[in-house]
């Protein structure tokens, strides 16, 4: 027992996996019993809390199959992590080549900086009625909602991650004759627009015929958008990825070096994302976690706010998980950070 | 200052080892060579100051240059003019010419090996090695081929090693898998950069061994910067001593090539007697620095 103390008190003493867990798993089973407490009793007067302001652990997880069933939060917990991954996916395929860029381009660096700078103090919340306003009451906004707010976060980490790469390995690929390719620039880039190209009219297309408030479809020039959509989609891939892909040094030493790092910032915005989507969704969304936790709020069972936060977070914490799994495949030659 | 070439030191040949090629220009010249970092601020610096010099291009053989001098000296900044490497190229003023020309930018005849190894982490060590040939636009089954064949001289074990990423590997490995990869595209010069700075003294040993066997299959002229007396006279046909800072070429021994593994020449007394000789030109140096 004076043993398992000491180990506590011990710094950066790594404990075993088991041990970890145990740490862990005692902390909620604390923070299980402090509810308990704080609510337990028959009826409300026996309560240090009243059940209005906390629900008691019993009767939250009784609610739950009404909040599976007919709220159908399954469904829900669906369509918001389709609308982040809708934006975080723009943001990446924006934000990911345009920080290597700057960080390979220090001009294009600097010119970019105050973009950058900005998108980056702005209030997320403020970005709710500009979204509105620009976008209208549809999925569009939600999408661009997170687009927004992440895009620079994105391209700000991206380009911290290819400075962050040593020069000397830029000089070892010089000495070692990496040049610049026009011919692979013009190939690679030229599949990178299409993908960009099919991508981005898909992802019109749905937006076009997702249920709710549609503005998009009242156009009546729907389909001179598409094409639009499918030649914007071209020139910016092609555009953002020509040099990445032309310039040996970028494509074969500054990206794969950076990538890992890319990628693991990559999961924390994710997660930071995911949590801005409730902002989003609290205004007229019939689908999504946000909208549960709206709906419970005005029209209860109060219970379902607890219960949603709880499986947000499980959600959460499975995506970070799985996307290490996939980092750890992806770059078996980078260790990735337990947290 | 031009360079006083010794000719009476111990364990000293007077004559290049070979004829030059006729007619040919020299594979490197310094002509009067300055670099000063933040020219017109408060902080300038200068980081060599009128360095001269010659290195011939030899008929089949390539000729070994140590360079010594003391810490901050400059050494590191000849080496990357010649490789063409920003932020000390170019060269304020002076000339730096590579076969009678000047250099422009880094290219692969002027292969470089750094003390970090610098081998890339995303790439297995057949990959790295194999580089310089991807970056030729080599197909893959040829490049492949040779690669092996590389990770073969340079002694690692194709079978156990060729597939691993330099993460799991030593620092003796890691600078095995830098040197092939510069070798393999036959640089006619190679710049190295304090490249076994970083290792312990047997593993340094066989480096050097290895280096010297390599470098007669290759036949290329070496720029060899270090800090070890020893390896310098061991490796070198020729040792330029560097000034304190602004650095400028002090002194040019010519000393014996190495025939013999460096464990084994390295106690003999003429051996010794240059290197003692060295390092009390550059112990005076370091007393006279501050």
Not at chain 1, 248 to 271: C, T, W
Request: glycine content about 8%; proline content about 6%; hydrophobic content about 50%.
């Amino acid at each position: 027992m004076r043993e398992y103390f000491k180990r506590w008190v011990t710094i950066r003493e790594r404990p075993g996996w088991l041990e970890g867990a145990n740490a862990s798993i005692l902390c909620i089973a604390l923070v299980l019993a402090v509810w308990y407490v704080l609510t337990a009793g028959e009826h409300a007067e026996d309560r240090i809390i009243d059940p209005i302001t906390l629900p008691s652990v019993g009767d939250t997880l009784e609610k739950f199959p009404d909040l599976w069933f007919d709220r159908a939060v399954a469904r829900s917990a669906a369509w918001s992590l389709g609308r982040v991954l809708g934006g975080f996916t723009l943001a990446a395929a924006i934000g990911v080549p345009l920080g290597v860029l700057a960080a390979s381009f220090l001009r294009l660096g600097a010119f970019l900086k105050p973009i950058s700078i900005f998108g980056r103090n702005i209030p997320i919340a403020a970005l709710i009625p500009l979204t509105l306003m620009w976008f209208g009451l549809g999925e569009t906004q939600k999408v661009m909602f997170i687009f927004l707010a992440s895009v620079a976060f994105v391209f700000f980490d991206s380009s911290g991650a290819v400075q962050g790469v040593p020069n000397s390995y830029l000089d070892a690929a010089y000495t070692l004759g990496a040049k610049y390719s026009a011919r692979k620039g013009l190939i690679g880039a030229a599949w990178v627009g299409l993908t960009y190209a099919a991508v981005l009219t898909l992802a019109y297309y749905f937006l076009s015929r997702a249920p709710g408030p549609n503005d998009v479809e009242l156009r009546a020039s729907w389909i001179r958008w598409f094409w639009g959509m499918g030649f914007f989609g071209f020139a910016l891939g092609f555009a953002l990825w020509f040099p990445i892909l032309a310039f040996q040094p970028i494509r074969k030493v500054l990206l794969p070096l950076a990538l890992p790092d890319i990628v693991n910032s990559l999961r924390l915005l994710f997660g930071l994302a995911f949590g801005y989507i409730m902002l989003a969704e609290v205004i007229n969304a019939e689908y999504g976690l946000g909208a549960i936790i709206n709906l419970s709020q005005r029209q209860g069972p109060r219970e379902h706010i607890y219960l949603s936060l709880i499986l947000i977070a499980l959600l959460a914490f499975a995506i970070d998980r799985g996307i290490i799994a996939l980092q750890r495949r992806l770059f078996p030659y980078r260790q990735v950070g337990e947290h | 200052m031009a360079a006083a070439v010794e000719t009476n030191a111990c364990s000293i040949t007077d004559a290049p080892k070979a004829p030059a090629k006729p007619g040919a220009p020299p594979i490197v010249e310094f002509k009067a060579v300055t670099k000063k970092f933040g020219v017109g601020t408060s902080r300038e610096v200068t980081a060599i100051k009128d360095v001269t010099f010659t290195v011939e291009d030899l008929e089949n053989v390539g000729e070994f240059v140590a360079i010594l001098g003391p810490s901050g000296c400059g050494k590191s900044t000849i080496l990357r003019l010649i490789a063409g490497h920003a932020p000390q190229f170019p060269a304020t003023s002076g000339e730096v010419l590579y076969h009678g020309q000047p250099v422009i930018a880094p290219g692969p005849d002027r292969g470089m090996v750094f003390q970090d190894y610098a081998c890339f982490d995303n790439r297995t060590v057949i990959d790295n090695v194999a580089f310089g040939l991807e970056c030729r636009g080599v197909p893959k089954r040829e490049r492949t081929e040779a690669a092996l064949e590389w990770v073969r001289k340079v002694r690692l074990d194709p079978a156990r090693d060729a597939y691993k990423y330099p993460h799991q590997l030593s620092g003796g490995m890691r600078q095995r898998v830098a040197i092939a990869r510069t070798l393999i595209l036959k640089p006619q010069v190679i710049l190295m950069d304090e490249p076994f700075g970083a290792l312990d003294p047997a593993t340094r040993h066989n480096m050097q061994d290895l280096l010297v066997e390599l470098w007669r299959e290759v036949q290329a002229t070496v720029f060899f910067v270090t800090h070890d007396v020893a390896e310098s006279v061991y490796l070198g046909d020729r040792v330029y001593i560097l000034s304190n800072a602004p650095g400028t070429i002090l002194h040019q021994f010519h000393v014996l090539a190495p025939d013999r593994p460096a464990r084994q020449m390295m106690r003999e007394k003429p051996f010794q007697d240059t290197v003692f000789r060295i390092r009390d030109i550059l112990d005076a140096l370091e007393e006279g620095k501050d």
